[in-house]
């Protein structure tokens, strides 16, 4: 199978660069730009695509890569500063943009371009740059300008080097998908191999060499990574896996009834369901700090989990559901800042004793290991399930949590959810929930006075949830929501819709 390398040199679009090489049916890897020639030689890329990134090329201690990277004889694509650093390394200049460019330009192409075919001639392309390219390296031309730079797309087609100005990966250029395709299909020439179906095949086969005999154990959380994790690991080794589903009392609406139905009934797992309710809740009374709720949680879900571990006796394998952005995004998988660290990334955990670790869903997006789920046959109502954050409700319950906040917030979120699914936006928003607030206020129902809790409705539109977008839900949805909430859900007589983006919020109120 063909496969792109994709040089990361710190910019903030990096991750969408690879996922829309995937979304292409192409398989790539994100890998920082100090990687050595050794290893961008043994990876045997068949294309390698540089990103953009915050430096300025001429600068000291910019970053840079070992020239000979252009003599592989493979493609090449550089992207904003991936340009900037091909001109300056082939014997081109750069310097200061005389007029910076940011957010939206139109740019004109000559047609001399294969980068190009069938794009239109003028479009909108997405621009972050205060740096261009002043002289072109030799054997190099222009293929397309905006009225702000003169070189915003270049091209050695005779050695396969290309290089744009602008973000094709972004969802703000028009032709930016299209482009891709030209540079992987036309360029490169090649095809929509990377599919879940051959992913499975190759996963199977993967984990089936690793784990051989050995015993594995997987905490199941009944999200999608796990979940699908589990049903993975269950078609490549069967009953020598064990899942420990630690039930905290913290899942929404029937969710840990259906995650075991799932797992046990349609994929026949071994899951041991661990009711530890009362434990979480007795730890977390009186605590109204969000951040103390989760190092409590974390915590004492160790306790739990090492505890039920030692009672199925001697493991081989701790299996994880890891994905791709929590490798990136603690900084192991390419070049960008450390956004935050995630605690199944960087080794195995120390509290219970394991041979070593087995990742199947490493080298996946979100989205693939959706697409993963359905071609393992999970039902879909658990492969499309909302994101929801490892604490649980703890950090949708504003303040002190109580079994009696926890039904409330149940109850609202699942007619939430059930109406988002009936008006058919379930799959379209990224990700929405409700929030039982701490706020009490004064209402009237039945022409007699309340003072009951305030819930707020959350829907946000991201890409990455690096940033996101409020959502704007049909005022008759919000409606609708409102009046069935207020009228079957004790105890709350006030909805709030929350429309503020991240930044400055975050999508989580805790």
């Known amino acids: 199978m063909k496969k792109v390398l994709v040089l990361d040199f710190g910019g903030q679009y990096n991750l969408l660069v690879a996922r829309r090489v995937r979304e292409c049916g192409v398989y790539c890897e994100i890998r920082s730009w100090r990687e050595s020639m050794e290893h961008i030689r043994a990876f045997q890329p068949d294309a390698l695509i540089f990103t953009g990134g915050?430096?300025?090329?001429?600068?000291?201690?910019?970053?840079?890569?070992?020239?000979?990277?252009?003599?592989?004889?493979?493609?090449?694509?550089?992207?904003?500063?991936?340009?900037?650093?091909?001109?300056?390394?082939?014997?081109?200049?750069?310097?200061r943009a005389e007029t910076r460019e940011y957010g939206k330009v139109e740019l004109t192409h000559n047609g001399k371009s294969p980068l190009f075919k069938d794009i239109p001639a003028t479009a909108v392309y997405w621009m972050s740059h205060g740096v261009e390219v002043e002289t072109l390296a030799p054997g190099f031309e222009v293929v397309a300008s905006t009225d702000g730079c003169r070189c915003a797309a270049i091209q050695c087609a005779e050695k396969q080097l290309y290089g744009v100005q602008f973000h094709?990966?972004?969802?703000?250029?028009?032709?930016?998908?299209?482009?891709?395709?030209?540079?992987?299909?036309?360029?490169?020439?090649?095809?929509?191999?990377?599919?879940?179906?051959?992913?499975l095949e190759e996963a199977v086969?993967?984990?089936?060499?690793?784990?051989?005999?050995?015993?594995?154990?997987?905490?199941?959380?009944?999200?999608?990574?796990?979940?699908?994790?589990?049903?993975?690991?269950?078609?490549?080794?069967?009953?020598?896996?064990?899942?420990?589903?630690?039930?905290?009392?913290?899942l929404r609406k029937d969710e840990g009834d259906q995650v075991e139905e799932v797992m046990t009934h349609q994929f026949h797992v071994d899951v041991r369901r661990v009711n530890a309710k009362d434990r979480f809740l007795s730890r977390l009374a009186g605590v109204t700090d969000p951040e103390a709720k989760r190092k409590i949680i974390g915590e004492e879900f160790i306790r739990?989990?090492?505890?039920?571990?030692?009672?199925?006796?001697?493991?081989d394998f701790l299996a994880q559901g890891t994905i791709y952005p929590d490798v990136v995004?603690?900084?192991?998988?390419?070049?960008?800042?450390?956004?935050?660290?995630?605690?199944?990334v960087g080794g195995l955990p120390d509290c219970v004793d394991f041979k070593d670790i087995v990742e199947p869903l490493r080298r996946l997006f979100k989205d693939e290991v959706r697409q993963l789920g359905i071609e393992l046959g999970l039902p879909e109502q658990l492969v499309w399930r909302q994101p929801f954050p490892g604490p649980g409700l703890a950090i949708r319950v504003i303040g002190e949590i109580t079994e009696e906040k926890l039904e409330i917030l149940r109850d609202a979120d699942a007619i939430f959810?059930?109406?988002?699914?009936?008006?058919?936006l379930d799959r379209t928003t990224s990700q929405y929930f409700a929030v039982l607030t701490s706020?009490?206020?004064?209402?009237?129902?039945?022409?007699?006075?309340?003072?009951?809790?305030?819930?707020?409705?959350?829907?946000?539109?991201?890409q990455d949830f690096m940033t996101a977008t409020w959502s704007r839900l049909p005022y008759e949805?919000?409606?609708?929501?409102?009046?069935?909430?207020?009228?079957?859900?004790?105890h709350i007589n006030r909805i709030v819709y929350d429309i503020t983006s991240k930044p400055p919020a975050t999508v989580e109120w805790e």
Not at 216 to 245: E, K, M, N, P, Y
Not at 477 to 487: A, C, P, Y
């Open 54 to 95: 915050p430096a300025t090329v001429f600068e000291p201690n910019a970053p840079m890569v070992d020239p000979a990277l252009f003599s592989m004889g493979i493609p090449v694509l550089g992207i904003c500063y991936g340009q900037q650093l091909m001109i300056h390394l082939l014997g081109g200049q750069c310097r």
């Open 168 to 199: 094709p990966e972004v969802l703000h250029t028009q032709y930016g998908k299209e482009l891709l395709q030209n540079f992987l299909y036309g360029i490169c020439g090649f095809t929509a191999e990377w599919t879940m179906a051959s992913y």
């Open 205 to 250: 086969a993967e984990c089936r060499a690793k784990i051989g005999s050995g015993r594995v154990l997987l905490a199941l959380s009944g999200g999608v990574d796990s979940s699908v994790a589990a049903a993975l690991l269950q078609r490549a080794v069967g009953d020598q896996l064990t899942c420990i589903f630690v039930d905290h009392g913290l």
């Open 304 to 315: 739990v989990f090492e505890a039920e571990a030692k009672k199925i006796g001697a493991v």
């Open 329 to 344: 995004e603690s900084g192991l998988g390419g070049e960008s800042v450390v956004i935050k660290s995630h605690h199944n």
């Open 417 to 424: 959810r059930e109406e988002m699914a009936l008006a058919g």
């Open 439 to 462: 706020v009490r206020s004064v209402g009237v129902m039945g022409d007699e006075r309340t003072y009951d809790y305030t819930l707020a409705l959350r829907a946000v539109q991201s």
């Open 477 to 490: 949805l919000l409606d609708k929501v409102s009046g069935r909430i207020v009228g079957e859900v004790k």
